[in-house]
């Protein structure tokens, strides 16, 4: 599977804001064809009061749609967040666009909420 990589972020927006925070930031994806349930693990995120909240932590996730119908361009996170996935080339990926918007973090996290895009490099 094409996600099935680490991934570091050339640039992290949030409402059309540079977030230069995440430099250092990492993300894992994993995959189980036979269950169609995703993981991932993340590093490196920004020690911002609210930070861990735009990716949560332990979470799993699936594409959208039924079994062969899945839709991999859509990946729903079992938080509730539906994630739009973008990769340069489906073949051999270099680049991964994640966008996704936050609308009910913790109060603490408030400043969280929003429009994000990840566009990362796989490593």
Excluded: C, H
Aim: aromatic share 10%; net charge negative.
């Amino acid at each position: 599977m094409a996600l099935s990589k680490t991934w570091s972020p050339t640039s992290v927006t949030k409402d059309t804001e540079n977030r230069t925070e995440w430099d250092g930031f990492t993300i894992g994806f994993t995959y189980n064809s036979e269950t169609d349930i995703g993981g991932y693990s993340v590093s490196g995120v920004p020690s911002n009061e609210g930070a861990s909240d735009v990716w949560g932590s332990g979470l799993s996730w699936t594409f959208d749609g039924e079994d062969e119908s899945a839709d991999t361009g859509t990946i729903l996170r079992s938080d509730g967040v539906t994630v739009q996935a973008t990769l340069d080339n489906p073949d051999a990926p270099t680049t991964l666009t994640l966008s996704f918007t936050i609308t009910d973090a913790s109060a603490r996290a408030a400043g969280f909420n929003g429009a994000w895009i990840f566009t990362l490099a796989a490593n």
